[in-house]
């Protein structure tokens, strides 16, 4: 190779390598603008912000405040006060953990086409906060806020932005009961209230709701109604069908009439901490045309046929609310359950067995009687002079609970009777007879009058536990 021809291959040589030492420092020299300290980047109070803006996954919301916030295309939608200062909570201090600053290339941080961008107004100042790519490595998020810097932040603004419409409706809330309710009051398919009452004279347990029946007042099994409140209280209200629903539209909802409405009065405690009355209001109605063909088909199903999963599409309103919700079979059917016989004991003798003094039990023509005396803090049982073991007896008399409520008359043979004898000025002793019914239930009748339909098994573990007495 001559002399001249290699002079020139090392010069472009040392210019090529020229070049790339160059690029290597002027690379390096960006990259220790890359700082990893934490920072606040943003400070924006949040009751200074009018406006907010999102724009993500094709959508784009946007809210301005008056004397509250509305929604921008539609004044009329509720919007949760709440949720918006959640999201403005975001920026009243907003850390950063890394700082890349003069950022020559957004679009290595995915901030070229953002993921999801967020403008906020306040009286002096505008910002557009840009969200871009998720750093696995670092588990954070690359944002601009439009200082020429790019910055890494843990609280990921995704992880609050990344909400439809729905998610920002004020929806109707349920109020917790907890041994709060003065009054429960059913109208639509029910018409009768419950109230709520401590230390009545009319019960024998340690009941607190009750309700009035031909002038008397019957008591009300505590758990089942608090279950039915807790159901209430449990309610999915969240996917609305409409915000502001029209006469219209209630009709078609079947609410401008509704099949049932609950209205629960009670008390709870307000900001300063007193203690207010309130009333809570909740209507339900399954879909009219859905009911109709459901009543027509039931007229023609044959007893002995067997019935399909019944789908059912239902609606539920608070109040005078405009928002209505469509709730699920199973809520709609839980919440239909709301008739007298929804809440009775179903325990043919529902007090606490310790109460008992005596029982007189009448079985085939003889009568035993079992005694009931205190032992120090205990109460022993005794059949006769002989101290007995009551726990079966006491068992299966606890045992016996309602299949079904009737008020049929007996026609049948007396199985068992027993007078059972209580520490209870208001009721002294209670009555109760269990007749053969049929093959497969009793039917108990307390006092004279008919109660329930009990299954023949359950009578014949009572029998058999006062033989186990009896004959020793």
């Known amino acids: 190779m001559k002399r001249s021809k290699k002079i020139y291959l090392l010069?472009?040589?040392?210019?090529?390598?020229?070049?790339?030492?160059?690029?290597?420092?002027?690379?390096?020299?960006?990259?220790?603008?890359?700082?990893?300290?934490?920072?606040?980047?943003?400070?924006?109070?949040?009751?200074?912000?009018?406006?907010?803006?999102?724009?993500?996954?094709?959508?784009?919301?946007?809210?301005?405040?008056?004397?509250?916030?509305?929604?921008?295309?539609?004044?009329?939608?509720?919007?949760?006060?709440?949720?918006?200062?959640?999201?403005?909570?975001?920026?009243?201090?907003?850390?950063a953990s890394f700082i890349i600053e003069d950022v020559e290339d957004y679009g290595q941080y995915g901030l070229d086409k953002p993921t999801c961008t967020i403008n906020l107004k306040t009286a002096d100042n505008s910002y557009e906060i840009l969200v871009g790519d998720y750093s696995v490595m670092d588990s954070q998020r690359y944002i601009s806020i439009g200082d020429g810097n790019v910055y890494l932040v843990k609280d990921d603004p995704m992880d609050h932005f990344s909400i439809d419409l729905s998610d920002l409706i004020d929806h109707d809330k349920t109020p917790a009961f907890n041994n709060n309710v003065a009054k429960i009051q059913f109208s639509g398919t029910e018409n009768y209230s419950i109230l709520y009452e401590e230390d009545s004279a009319n019960s024998y347990g340690d009941d607190v709701y009750f309700t009035r029946r031909n002038g008397k007042s019957f008591p009300l099994d505590t758990s089942r109604v608090n279950r039915y409140l807790s159901k209430i209280t449990h309610l999915n209200l969240k996917d609305y069908v409409s915000y502001k629903a029209s006469e219209e539209e209630l009709q078609e909802y079947g609410l401008d009439e509704p099949e049932l409405t609950i209205s629960v009065d009670y008390t709870m405690e307000n900001e300063e901490g007193e203690e207010v009355s309130d009333t809570f209001v909740l209507s339900i109605s399954r879909d009219p045309k859905e009911r109709k063909a459901a009543e027509r088909a039931s007229e023609k199903v044959d007893e002995n046929s067997e019935e399909g999963e019944e789908e059912i599409t239902a609606f539920a309103r608070v109040g005078n609310s405009k928002i209505v919700y469509k709730i699920?079979?199973?809520?709609?059917?839980?919440?239909?359950?709301?008739?007298?016989?929804?809440?009775?004991?179903?325990?043919?003798?529902?007090?606490?067995?310790?109460?008992?003094?005596?029982?007189?039990?009448?079985?085939?023509?003889?009568?035993?009687?079992?005694?009931?005396?205190?032992?120090?803090?205990?109460?022993?049982?005794?059949?006769?002079?002989?101290?007995?073991?009551?726990?079966?007896?006491?068992?299966?008399?606890?045992?016996?609970?309602?299949?079904?409520?009737?008020?049929?008359?007996?026609?049948?043979?007396?199985?068992?009777?027993?007078?059972?004898?209580?520490?209870?000025?208001?009721?002294?002793?209670?009555?109760?007879?269990?007749?053969?019914?049929?093959?497969?239930?009793?039917?108990?009748?307390?006092?004279?009058?008919?109660?329930?339909?009990?299954?023949?098994?359950?009578?014949?573990?009572?029998?058999?536990?006062?033989?186990?007495?009896?004959?020793?």
């Open 11 to 95: 010069l472009f040589i040392l210019v090529v390598t020229s070049i790339a030492t160059y690029a290597v420092r002027q690379y390096e020299e960006h990259k220790e603008k890359i700082k990893n300290k934490e920072e606040i980047i943003l400070e924006i109070a949040s009751d200074t912000v009018e406006v907010l803006a999102w724009e993500y996954d094709a959508e784009k919301l946007s809210f301005h405040k008056e004397d509250k916030w509305l929604y921008d295309k539609d004044e009329a939608f509720p919007v949760d006060e709440e949720k918006i200062s959640e999201l403005l909570g975001l920026f009243e201090e907003l850390k």
């Open 328 to 472: 699920g079979g199973d809520d709609y059917k839980d919440l239909m359950e709301a008739s007298f016989d929804s809440f009775r004991h179903l325990e043919v003798f529902y007090g606490d067995f310790k109460d008992i003094k005596e029982i007189d039990i009448f079985l085939e023509n003889n009568e035993y009687t079992i005694t009931a005396k205190k032992k120090g803090n205990e109460l022993t049982y005794y059949y006769g002079d002989e101290e007995i073991e009551i726990d079966d007896f006491k068992r299966a008399l606890m045992n016996l609970k309602a299949e079904s409520f009737t008020d049929e008359k007996a026609r049948d043979k007396k199985e068992i009777g027993l007078i059972i004898y209580l520490d209870n000025k208001n009721f002294p002793q209670i009555q109760i007879d269990l007749y053969r019914y049929d093959g497969s239930y009793c039917l108990a009748v307390v006092d004279g009058e008919t109660v329930s339909l009990i299954e023949r098994s359950r009578v014949v573990d009572l029998t058999e536990a006062v033989y186990a007495i009896v004959l020793n």
